[in-house]
């Protein structure tokens, strides 16, 4: 069923919704078609004078919206404002609202504080309230345990509005107003009643959380001046509960607390959390060695995640990356298009050439090799990567391979071979987890092995045994070519675009695979990737295309409110922020991309 919205502002129900339903009808909500499956509600908490009333706030103007609703009186379809001269009850303090490192995330430390306690009384209300008809729930974006810019909170130095999606009962095609006016009317005044008004007691965790937030971006923001890529604080909890789940592992099952090798411990000044100390690592090229089951992929998908910050209790709070980091692997089957990979990939058989390599099932070795490409197009400044998720052939050839296949008879330039020249010539860092190749010690700046999940730096050791680094190809580097970005090949011919959970995109009659897009850590950010693609097909001129990374920075410097308003009329709830890099690696997986090569 298609969803439609009606905006929040006074009132909790419709006076003819009311009457239809106190005589034991089947009433229909205004503002919602007979098909619809639900609607968003927006509700809008402002200080506006007045006095609480009896029950509640929110209660309490729904019952006077009933009131006036029996008196004949014109209420609108959805949606509450609630008014109160007690400030503390409807606005959150200064401290919070006004802080500038808050106001720069969108408001987005302090909403999720607001979501999370949200999120628990939907559940707990779709749980008493459960029909045995369709519909009946009321929910809200949950978020992750990083901190993203999202819509489902708005939060204004004099309102918090909160967008909850309502599932209306129905039985068949027709909606149930006597239910729908329980739900509206009775359920959803409670949830905002227990969750959405600031009380006293919320002000010490939620100056916490924003304390945290504004902190760790500080950190990041420092990164590039102390020449590091990233950054581990002494005492962080790295593992997860499981593979399915981000929350940490707890000490009494086994989590050790990470501490930095001495050699490698560097201290940042925060402003609210003062001296952290911890492990920096430089930029160049790092290792992380060490034996299986010790840590090394543990101790890199925090650096992955590194990219945003974490909510406090996390464990990961103060693990910063570059903003620009970016996780790369081998990938086969994926699409490729109009990418110079001649770095790492030379003339293929039949004198097939690679400055301009397009194919619609890429091996392991031109599949990452493209997605190195495309990552340094949009402005990646470290690569990730690990010898389990990486092409073989693609790292490093042995010397008993080369005499029995000779570099002649070889397109691909192992990775090893072009590392360095990425961070001379390029200023790219990388950082590396090896498990079973020792080519890489000689290239190497800094060596880190993990043993029992600590950390201890070995560069010294591994550059004895690693030898002088082998020289360059005499012909090389990698090249930085421009893709013009072409509207008609993000064009959808007016079929639907639709998300399929955090990893697939139905983009009209194509699927984009993004199970390779490690670094995407919400559904939402996933919708609006596929908004964000669809408003680039609008606005880009056929006649004057622009490089890839010029049309998509455009798009992600957008409004997240004005992106869904644009597409639906009226702000959506289910929006979070990506970064360039995600958007990107959506675009590019676009069976149907029209690119060019730039002169």
């Known amino acids: 069923g298609k969803q439609t919205t009606t905006t929040a502002r006074g009132g909790a129900s419709n006076a003819r919704a009311e009457r239809d339903a106190a005589a034991g009808g089947r009433a229909r909500v205004p503002g919602v078609r007979r098909r619809a499956a639900g609607c968003e509600v927006r509700v809008r908490a402002v200080h506006a004078g007045g006095g609480p009333r009896a029950g509640g706030p929110v209660r309490g103007a729904v019952a006077a919206a009933r009131a006036r609703a029996a008196r004949g009186g014109a209420v609108p379809a959805v949606g509450i404002q609630l008014e109160s001269a007690e400030h503390r009850l409807v606005r959150l303090p200064d401290a919070v609202v006004l802080r500038r490192g808050a106001r720069a995330g969108g408001g987005c430390a302090q909403g999720r504080i607001v979501v999370r306690r949200c999120a628990p009384w939907c559940l707990h209300a779709n749980r008493v309230a459960r029909h045995t008809v369709k519909g009946g729930d009321i929910s809200i974006e949950r978020p992750t345990q990083q901190i993203l810019e999202r819509t489902s909170i708005a939060v204004t130095s004099d309102a918090v509005e909160a967008r909850f999606t309502a599932s209306l009962p129905a039985q068949g095609r027709t909606i149930l107003g006597r239910l729908a006016e329980q739900m509206l009317m009775d359920w959803l005044p409670r949830i905002v009643d227990a969750s959405l008004l600031f009380v006293d007691r919320w002000g010490a965790a939620m100056l916490h959380h924003v304390d945290c937030y504004e902190d760790q971006e500080c950190l990041r923001g420092q990164l590039r001046a102390a020449g590091l890529v990233a950054f581990v604080r002494d005492g962080a909890v790295l593992p997860r509960e499981s593979g399915a789940s981000d929350f940490p592992l707890h000490a009494d099952c086994g989590a050790v607390p990470f501490a930095s090798p001495p050699e490698r411990r560097v201290s940042f000044t925060l402003p609210h959390y003062g001296t952290v100390q911890g492990m920096g690592v430089p930029v160049g090229v790092t290792l992380i060695v060490g034996g299986g089951f010790h840590g090394k992929s543990t101790l890199l998908r925090s650096l992955e995640y590194g990219v945003y910050s974490h909510v406090p209790g996390d464990g990961r709070e103060y693990v910063v990356s570059d903003a620009n980091a970016i996780k790369v692997r081998a990938e086969d089957g994926r699409a490729v298009r109009s990418v110079d990979i001649s ?27 493209a997605n190195i490409a495309e990552a340094l197009e949009v402005g990646a400044t470290t690569l990730l990567l690990d010898e389990d998720t990486s092409a073989t052939n693609f790292l490093v050839r042995d010397s008993k391979m080369r005499l029995l296949v000779p570099d002649s008879k070889e397109p691909i330039t192992p990775f090893v071979l072009r590392v360095r020249s990425l961070f001379r010539d390029h200023g790219v860092s990388t950082v590396l987890v090896l498990g079973g190749c020792g080519d890489y010690f000689a290239v190497a ?31 090389g580097g990698v090249s930085l070519r421009k893709r013009l970005l072409l509207p008609d090949g993000l064009d959808t011919g007016g079929r639907p675009v639709r998300t399929h959970g955090l990893q697939e995109i139905s983009y009209g009659e194509q699927s984009i695979d993004l199970r390779a897009v490690s670094q995407l850590v919400d559904e939402c950010q996933t919708r609006y990737i ?38 639906f009329g009226h702000p959506i709830g289910d929006l979070a922020r990506p970064r360039l890099l995600e958007l990107a690696c959506a675009v590019n997986r676009l069976r149907t991309l029209l690119v060019r090569l730039s002169a």
């Open 343 to 369: 770095g790492f990939i030379g003339a293929l058989p039949y004198g097939r050439l690679t400055t301009d390599f397009s194919t619609t099932s890429a091996s392991g070795s031109t599949s990452q090799a």
């Open 445 to 475: 700046d800094t060596v880190l092995a993990m043993d029992a999940y600590q950390p201890a730096d070995v560069t010294t050791r591994a550059h004895e045994i690693g030898g002088n680094p082998e020289s360059e190809p005499a012909a």
């Open 530 to 567: 596929a908004l964000l693609m669809q408003r680039a097909a609008a606005t880009i001129d056929v006649r004057r295309p622009l490089a890839v990374r010029e049309a998509l920075q455009a798009a992600c410097e957008l409004e997240l409110d004005a992106v869904g308003a644009t597409q």
